[in-house]
C-alpha cells in the first residue's frame, strides 16, 4: 500500500507570507506526527495527533504555527508570517498503534525554504 | 529529561570495513530504543528497534545494535561497510511510560563510506 504522502515536496515563499504543508498518512494509522530538521540537525518534535485531537503540542515553537488533523486522516502544518529561521524539511510520520510503539513511517518532507 | 546523544557527527569508514555508530541515551528508566536510517532527499526509514528481550538486535541491510544498560548505549554496528550504507543514521528513544510513541532522536551521524 501507499506511504505517507506529503505535498509540496518543495517550497520557495517569501518572508511573511504564510503557508500550508500536508502530510498523508498511511489508511488506518491513528497516530501522527510532525518533526522539524534544520541543515545539519536532528529531527525536532513539533505535534502530536491522536485521531482529530493533538494531545501534545509541545514542539510547536511559536504561535505563528498551528496544525490540524480532519477525518483522522489527512494533517495540514500552517507557518503564519514565515520567518527565514522557519527554513527546514517539514517531515510527517504516521503510527498505527502508539501505545504498543509500532515504529513510525515517515514521509520524504517538505522542503521548506523562505527568502 | 529524556535525551540522546550521538558521538560523530561524521564517520567515514572505507568499503569493507567496521561500521561503529555511537549513541547513548540519558534516563534512568531504559527507554526504547531505535536506529533510522535517512538516504538523501527521503523520509527516515528504521533500520531496528529494542523494546524488550533480547539486547542484541538485528535490522535490515546488515545492521545490529546492542542494548546494554549499564553503559546506557545502543551503537550501531555493521561488520563490512557497503557504498550503499552512506547515508544519514539517526538513535532514538521512546520512554518506556509513553502512551504516544513521539520519538526523541539524536542529531544524527553522517556515514561516508570510501571505495
Known amino acids: 500500500g501507499a506511504g505517507v504522502s506529503q505535498s509540496p515536496s518543495n517550497k520557495v515563499t517569501e518572508k511573511g507570507k504564510d503557508v500550508e504543508l500536508r502530510c498523508d498518512p498511511i489508511?488506518?494509522?491513528?497516530?501522527l506526527y510532525w518533526y522539524r530538521q534544520r541543515l545539519g540537525q536532528g529531527l525536532e518534535f513539533l505535534i502530536y495527533f491522536q485521531g482529530n485531537s493533538a494531545p501534545d503540542k509541545s514542539g510547536l515553537p511559536s504561535d505563528r504555527f498551528s496544525a490540524e488533523r480532519t477525518g483522522e486522516s489527512v494533517s495540514t502544518l500552517t507557518i503564519q508570517r514565515t520567518q527565514q529561521e522557519d527554513s527546514a524539511v517539514y517531515l510527517c510520520a504516521s503510527s498505527f498503534d502508539p501505545r504498543n510503539n509500532s515504529p513510525l513511517h515517515f514521509g520524504n518532507g517538505t522542503r521548506l525554504t523562505v527568502t | 529529561a529524556q535525551s540522546v546523544t550521538q558521538l560523530g557527527s561524521h564517520v567515514s569508514v572505507s568499503e569493507g570495513a567496521l561500521v561503529l555508530l555511537r549513541c547513548n541515551y540519558s534516563s534512568s528508566v531504559p527507554p526504547y530504543l531505535f536506529w533510522y536510517v535517512q538516504y538523501p532527499n527521503q523520509g527516515l526509514q528504521l533500520l531496528l528497534k529494542?523494546?524488550?528481550?533480547?539486547?542484541l538486535v538485528k535490522g535490515i541491510n546488515g545492521f545490529e545494535a546492542e542494548f546494554k544498560k549499564s553503559e546506557t548505549s545502543f551503537h550501531l554496528t555493521k561488520p563490512s561497510a557497503h557504498m550503499s550504507d552512506a547515508a544519514e543514521y539517526f538513535c532514538a528513544v521512546i520512554r518506556s511510560s509513553s502512551n504516544t510513541g513521539k520519538l526523541i532522536f539524536g542529531q544524527g551521524t553522517t556515514l561516508q563510506v570510501k571505495p
Open positions: 489508511s488506518g494509522h491513528t497516530a
Open positions: 529494542y523494546t524488550t528481550g533480547a539486547t
